[in-house]
């Protein structure tokens, strides 16, 4: 016998996170992020903030919260809560018409007889509910009549149990006499369950019990009594939102009507006690809200109750989007509700953006500092710095043909790496790394190498060398409000983080320190000067700062200084010998002459300098040229997008012959600024 083959079936896979599912991208974030803490937010805000916006090919909090207010609307505005009563006028429509067809039919009929019969009919309460109680002892001749009319009580039925037990209304379609009995026995023994439950009696085995018994009515198989009274309040509750948003004269007719239900009071006196049950186990489920409902779409008993509930859903969403609240997280997000709500497509964003922040959490790229709060890690730092370095790569490659920094030092000492060699490369050859590459590259064509081996460009590898002589370099940076001001603020701390990244990364023997100076002067690590907030810093203290740098240029006597200084205003301030600072505006001579005085100090101290000037003002121009000139420096005026490719270029060429900068640099210099001295 040949063995039984057995059938496989495929479906989604619901076991957590798509294990085939390609990890989160943290690099588009991460810049990001690093925008807005540059701006001056919180790395925990900034990364709410992109959180709430997403990324170029990713939905975010906003536009999945827009979806779920568009959800909520759409309810509301298609449907209305009177399709019950409109099903109850249309039956009760229908036996009417039957009854007075059979009745003048009916030739046997007693005239008498059938003229009461028609008085009775034609003088019916315009009340539903009224009509259908006066019509509880009328002796129907017409059996379609009389079944319509039964079927008002049936339907009255299953529709207030599907209030409470969702898709009743379906399953007691044509409900037996035993079916019926079944349902209140049911009743019976829920209400026993929780009353027992909320006397604090141990109902563990009462409840198995119990789901042995009436489990077929649960399909959502709960596990415990605290499961089950959750999906049964919640429904509840949605049943009485549902009374509550109806108008007093629906509600009154409903509540007349309910008491026909199955022919019989006993259903509603035991849906009364299970409300009341369920209100007194879970009071925190919202029992007094209401809605506006103003579509044409007529709901049921039990589809609007669905609605109440889903509208609840959406309710819930809002709030774990808005991420408004303490301690929110992404974690906080039911992707089963929202995938129920607004679809699978909406779930996956949800939890995309949900392994983005938890990444972004392990990653450590973010650290709690010693207050509590998020901070950008010196990770994070780098990874954000090589951004901003290859940002600045690109716009010197653009303008001048220069591919990489890496080309910075090129004609120095040998690093110890390699890399694979593109045009224009001037660097050695690393042999061995070559030659091993057009051996591997034969073998993997399929060619024996005994037979030969053949170079291909492809198969090339430099050497990467670097320049061995250090430099110390103050980078000051104007910190004034007038910087944050005219939206010099952000380009600033770029232009400082992608400096900091490349001596850190390519020029490690360098020295840099970063000054900032606005109303006094002061040295930053870069984590510090990133994360810095724009103040009403009245003043503009140079002196302080060349004080700082010249002290930097000192404690490193054998490196070569370079001095660079981003400003958008002339000095206004300086410090006095008591050590406190003195400002005036219009700058007092004595401010430009104490800055002068330090920066020829810089100029006797060898320092390459200098100047990016921010701004049009003609006094500004005026005063930097001047200075320059004095020192033998030089003047750049970039665009604000091109500071940080200004800056790397003159501390690039400050480590270099003049004359190589100058080839290097000059013409883009001359599009973009002007050169003094």
Request: charged letters at 30%; aromatic letters at 6%.
């Amino acid at each position: 016998m040949y063995p039984r083959r057995r059938s496989t079936r495929y479906g989604r896979y619901d076991g957590g996170p798509d294990p085939l599912a390609p990890p989160v991208d943290l690099a588009e974030a991460l810049d990001a992020i690093g925008e807005d803490v540059m701006a001056g937010y919180s790395p925990e805000r900034a990364m709410r903030e992109f959180l709430r916006r997403g990324g170029r090919d990713q939905r975010g909090l906003d536009d999945l919260a827009r979806r779920v207010a568009e959800r909520r609307r759409e309810l509301l505005s298609r449907n209305n809560l009177d399709g019950t009563l409109q099903e109850v006028r249309e039956l009760l429509d229908r036996a009417v018409l039957e009854e007075r067809k059979q009745l003048a039919r009916d030739v046997t009929m007693d005239d008498g007889d059938r003229a009461f019969r028609e008085l009775q009919l034609e003088n019916l309460p315009p009340n539903i509910a009224a009509a259908v109680s006066e019509l509880s002892s009328y002796d129907w001749q017409s059996s379609e009549a009389r079944e319509a009319y039964e079927q008002i009580k049936d339907l009255l039925g299953r529709e207030l149990l599907d209030q409470r037990f969702a898709g009743m209304k379906q399953a007691l379609e044509g409900a037996t006499d035993e079916d019926r009995a079944a349902i209140n026995e049911m009743l019976t023994d829920l209400n026993e369950l929780l009353e027992a439950h909320g006397s604090g009696e141990d109902t563990t085995q009462q409840f198995a019990d119990f789901m042995a018994k009436h489990g077929e009515f649960f399909p959502e198989n709960p596990r415990s009594v605290e499961e089950l009274l959750d999906a049964l309040a919640a429904r509840a509750a949605a049943a009485q939102r549902m009374l509550n948003s109806m108008t007093p004269e629906q509600r009154a007719e409903l509540m007349a009507l309910s008491e026909q239900a199955f022919g019989s009071p006993e259903l509603m006196r035991s849906l009364a006690q299970l409300d009341a049950n369920l209100q007194a186990l879970r009071p925190g489920e919202d029992w007094g809200g209401s809605e506006r409902f103003d579509g044409e779409q007529g709901l049921g008993l039990g589809d609007g109750t669905g609605v109440l509930q889903d509208l609840a859903d959406l309710d819930d969403l809002a709030e774990q989007l808005s991420q408004e609240y303490g301690g929110a997280r992404m974690d906080d997000v039911d992707l089963d509700k929202l995938a129920r709500q607004l679809g699978d497509e909406a779930a996956v964003d949800a939890r995309t953006l949900k392994e983005l922040e938890q990444a972004l959490r392990d990653s450590g790229y973010l650290r709690r500092g010693s207050d509590g709060q998020l901070k950008l890690s010196p990770k994070a730092m780098r990874q954000l710095g090589r951004a901003l370095l290859r940002d600045v790569a690109t716009k010197m490659s653009g303008r001048q043909g220069q591919r990489d920094l890496r080309q910075a030092g090129a004609a120095g000492e040998r690093s110890g790496a390699t890399r694979e060699w593109e045009y224009g490369d001037t660097e050695p050859w690393d042999v061995t790394r070559t030659v091993t590459n057009a051996v591997l590259r034969t073998v993997e064509e399929g060619n024996d190498p005994r037979a030969g081996v053949r170079l291909d460009i492809r198969d090339v590898e430099v050497t990467e060398t670097e320049a061995r002589t250090q430099a110390a370099v103050a980078l000051l940076v104007d910190t004034s409000f007038s910087m944050a001001m005219d939206g010099r603020w952000v380009p600033m701390k770029r232009t400082a983080l992608a400096l900091h990244q490349l001596i850190r990364s390519r020029f490690r023997g360098d020295h840099l320190e970063l000054i900032g100076f606005g109303r006094h002067a002061r040295t930053m690590e870069i984590e510090e000067l990133t994360a810095l907030d724009a103040m009403w810093d009245k003043g503009t203290n140079l002196h302080h700062a060349l004080l700082l740098a010249n002290r930097h240029f000192r404690k490193h006597p054998h490196a070569q200084p370079v001095l660079l200084i981003v400003t958008d205003g002339e000095p206004t301030s300086h410090l006095e010998r008591s050590g406190e600072v003195y400002f005036d505006y219009p700058p007092h001579p004595l401010t430009i002459a104490y800055s002068v005085r330090e920066l020829d100090n810089a100029a006797r101290l060898g320092a390459q300098t200098t100047f990016f000037r921010l701004g049009e003002d003609p006094g500004l121009a005026r005063f930097i040229e001047s200075m320059a000139r004095r020192v033998d420096g030089r003047v750049v005026a970039p665009e604000l997008d091109d500071l940080g490719a200004a800056v790397v270029g003159s501390y690039l060429g400050s480590r270099g012959p003049s004359a190589s900068f100058r080839d290097q640099f000059g013409d883009w210099y001359g599009g973009r600024g002007f050169w003094v001295g």
